[in-house]
Nanobody, 122 residues
Framework: EVQLQASGGGLVQAGGSLRLSCAAS????????VGWFRQIPGKEREGVSC???????YYGDSVKGRFTISSDNVKNTVYLLMNSLKPEDTAVYYC????????????????WGQGTQVTVSS
């Protein structure tokens, strides 16, 4: 079965760090870009970061300098290291894979994992 499994969310104080993981099963990331997105109730899903199949990272303006995306082809997992977390980073975070290149627009992605909740307290 082809699927993505996101994990690593939790509750953290402002200024803290979390690392999210996105593990693929049934396929490999070699031919896909992987993106991280977040969403809060009533708002549109926001592109946070993405990484091309060759490992080039891209970041949304709100997370540049704080978040780092990386991939481990052996483990078939993409990570999102989130440092200096702020209360406004609180959201459900989703990972997704797509074959149309690295984009921060959710409509460019075909396969989605379930979300993982990140809550940053002030």
């Amino acid at each position: 079965e082809v699927q993505l499994q996101a994990s690593g969310g939790g509750l953290v104080q402002a200024g803290g760090s979390l690392r999210l993981s996105c593990a693929a099963s049934g396929f490999t990331f070699e031919d896909y870009a992987v993106g991280w997105f977040r969403q809060i109730p009533g708002k549109e899903r926001e592109g946070v970061s993405c990484i091309s199949n060759s490992g080039t990272p891209y970041y949304g303006d709100s997370v540049k300098g704080r978040f780092t995306i990386s991939s481990d082809n052996v483990k078939n997992t993409v990570y999102l290291l989130m440092n200096s977390l702020k209360p406004e980073d609180t959201a459900v975070y989703y990972c997704a894979a797509g074959s149309r290149g690295p984009r921060l627009e959710p409509q460019e992605y075909d396969l989605w994992g379930q979300g993982t909740q990140v809550t940053v307290s002030s």
